[in-house]
């Protein structure tokens, strides 16, 4: 029976791990090696303290508290995990139960997140064609209606700055990230998506950037989740639905780790809430700059933690997009950081400038 039971651990496709009442790890499966990037338990191998096995902090804090987990997600370096965890007991015919430690199974759900991400893009294009297609048609019904009244000068003045303003981003990130076409329609669609919060996005690629090597998806997990996350930052408490506005560019998911001040305080330190994108080369790597003029980040050296959030307890998908973030730059042997400083150009509005940067592979890699 030994047998059967050796082979169904080793042959399920989800990941097992046994901790004892003394938070050692007893046994693991291959299925939860793969996952946790360890060697293959080998069979005469001993329980294991969990703090010399190498797995991530909040994984490690999970299996050492002996806790009851349900579907609870969990990032590693490569992997997004969901997890749950239960109680053993003793399964015996007389005498009161006992407590023999904890079963946690592990569940990859890499693939789907990146399917999840490709899908949230596709969304967010979705998004910028309705929010374009219901803002020019405003702006349509306004030159009509300067043509009924006679006003016909200032109509063609009203049409040719609308297309002036439209047609400057478009110009900028069309030119400067003609080699990256994936990055430049996700600018277009936060930009319009940020249009119509009222809040002004202000993109800022270099000329120079050309083809960086780097995985399309890689590139919209880290920029999409930045600037979702800025945005949320400085978006006022007012319903979402207003006219797209004019900036620099255009004016115009989560905020995670902010500091609480208020809805009203939010992204109004200085004026208009904005959004500052800036994506250029540095050197021999790839610099992305994401700047707001929200109320900060609470505490840097945990805002990357998944879970880490200030958004109410009802939130789906909360603390992810950040945990998200710097998942894919360490994937990418990145760096990411977060500061709280005043705005570039605007000392007077404070807010959080994330900075990311990302080794550029040699001509002809991708990563």
Same mark, same amino acid.
């Given at each position: 029976?030994?047998?059967?039971?050796?082979?169904?651990?080793?042959?399920?496709?989800?990941? +097992?791990?046994?901790?004892?009442?003394?938070? $050692?790890?007893?046994?693991?499966?291959? %299925?939860? #090696?793969?996952?946790?990037?360890?060697?293959?338990?080998?069979?005469?191998?001993?329980?294991?303290?969990? &703090?010399?096995?190498?797995?991530?902090?909040?994984? /490690?804090?999970?299996?050492? !508290?002996?806790?009851? #987990?349900?579907?609870?997600?969990?990032?590693?370096?490569?992997?997004?995990?969901?997890?749950?965890?239960?109680?053993?007991?003793?399964?015996?015919?007389?005498?009161?139960?006992? /407590? @023999?430690?904890?079963?946690?199974?592990?569940?990859?759900?890499?693939?789907? %997140?990146?399917?999840?991400?490709?899908?949230?893009?596709?969304?967010?294009?979705?998004?910028?064609? /309705?929010?374009?297609?219901?803002?020019?048609?405003?702006?349509?019904?306004?030159?009509?209606? +300067?043509?009924?009244?006679?006003? !016909?000068?200032?109509?063609?003045?009203?049409?040719?700055?609308?297309?002036?303003?439209? %047609?400057? @981003?478009?110009? %900028?990130?069309?030119?400067?990230?003609? &080699?990256?076409?994936? +990055?430049?329609?996700?600018? +277009?669609?936060?930009?319009?998506?940020?249009?119509?919060?009222?809040? =002004?996005?202000?993109? &800022?690629?270099?000329?120079?950037?050309?083809?960086?090597?780097?995985?399309?998806?890689?590139?919209?997990?880290?920029? *999409?989740?930045?600037?979702?996350?800025?945005?949320?930052?400085?978006?006022?408490?007012?319903?979402? *639905?207003?006219?797209?506005? #004019?900036?620099?560019?255009?004016?115009?998911?989560?905020?995670?780790?902010?500091?609480?001040?208020?809805?009203?305080? $939010?992204?109004?330190?200085?004026?208009?809430?904005?959004?500052?994108?800036?994506?250029?080369?540095?050197? *021999?790597?790839?610099?992305?700059?994401?700047?707001?003029?929200?109320?900060?980040?609470?505490?840097?050296?945990?805002?990357?933690? /998944?879970?880490?959030?200030?958004?109410?307890?009802?939130?789906?998908? $909360?603390?992810?997009?950040?945990?998200?973030?710097?998942? =894919?730059?360490?994937?990418?042997?990145?760096?990411?950081?977060?500061?709280?400083?005043?705005?570039?150009?605007?000392?007077?509005? $404070?807010?959080?400038?994330?900075?990311?940067?990302?080794?550029?592979?040699? =001509? *002809?890699?991708?990563?």
């Amino acid at each position: 029976m030994f047998a059967y039971y050796e082979g169904v651990l080793h042959s399920v496709r989800e990941g +097992l791990v046994l901790v004892d009442t003394k938070g $050692r790890l007893v046994l693991y499966n291959d %299925q939860a #090696a793969e996952l946790l990037g360890l060697r293959s338990q080998p069979p005469d191998a001993h329980p294991l303290a969990l &703090d010399a096995v190498p797995i991530a902090e909040p994984l /490690r804090a999970l299996l050492g !508290s002996g806790a009851v #987990a349900v579907d609870e997600v969990y990032l590693t370096d490569e992997r997004v995990l969901v997890v749950n965890q239960s109680v053993a007991v003793s399964a015996v015919s007389s005498g009161p139960a006992r /407590r @023999l430690g904890t079963v946690t199974t592990l569940r990859d759900h890499t693939e789907l %997140q990146q399917l999840s991400g490709e899908l949230r893009s596709m969304r967010t294009l979705s998004d910028a064609l /309705r929010s374009q297609t219901h803002e020019f048609s405003n702006r349509l019904h306004t030159i009509v209606a +300067l043509i009924e009244l006679g006003r !016909s000068d200032e109509a063609l003045e009203f049409a040719a700055h609308q297309l002036n303003l439209g %047609q400057h @981003l478009v110009d %900028q990130v069309v030119t400067a990230a003609v &080699d990256e076409p994936v +990055l430049a329609a996700l600018l +277009l669609g936060k930009s319009a998506q940020a249009g119509e919060r009222r809040i =002004s996005l202000v993109v &800022d690629i270099a000329p120079e950037l050309g083809s960086t090597g780097i995985a399309a998806d890689e590139l919209v997990t880290v920029i *999409g989740n930045l600037i979702d996350n800025a945005l949320d930052a400085v978006a006022e408490p007012s319903p979402v *639905g207003a006219a797209l506005g #004019a900036v620099s560019g255009v004016e115009g998911g989560t905020t995670e780790g902010r500091s609480d001040r208020g809805e009203a305080d $939010r992204g109004t330190s200085a004026g208009h809430p904005r959004v500052t994108v800036s994506v250029r080369r540095e050197g *021999g790597s790839l610099v992305i700059a994401v700047s707001d003029t929200g109320p900060g980040v609470a505490d840097p050296e945990l805002v990357f933690q /998944r879970g880490y959030s200030t958004k109410s307890t009802g939130d789906t998908g $909360r603390g992810i997009g950040l945990a998200l973030v710097g998942q =894919s730059v360490r994937r990418l042997g990145g760096t990411v950081t977060v500061s709280n400083a005043p705005y570039p150009d605007a000392p007077g509005d $404070r807010g959080a400038t994330f900075t990311v940067v990302i080794p550029i592979p040699p =001509s *002809g890699e991708e990563r």
